[in-house]
């Protein structure tokens, strides 16, 4: 029952950050971090894993003179993060 749960999820940082990317096309650095309200390098750090996992895309720009850091959903992702609330919602079923 357990076993459909995504372990790059069980992390309460991937599971805000992925449901912030679920409903937003694309998202920068400091929005999200704002958001979820986390450091610099919590957040960096799991950005890196969820890229490793092929869930999210960056993207990186001059917005003027500064540089911007912009994130994405890719379509496994997306499929993943949908997989894996629905193992949530099935598991809670099966509870109540």
Do not use: C, W
């Amino acid at each position: 029952m357990i076993s459909n749960l995504n372990k790059a999820f069980e992390n309460r940082v991937r599971l805000g950050l992925m449901s912030l990317l679920m409903v937003n096309e694309q998202l920068d650095f400091n929005s999200i971090k704002e958001m979820l309200e986390i450091t610099d390098g919590n957040l960096a750090s799991h950005v890196t894993a969820l890229e490793k996992a092929g869930y999210i895309t960056i993207m990186k720009e001059f917005v003027g003179r500064k540089p911007q850091t912009s994130y994405k959903a890719t379509a496994a992702g997306i499929k993943a993060f949908q997989e894996h609330l629905a193992a949530l919602e099935k598991l809670i079923r099966k509870i109540n």
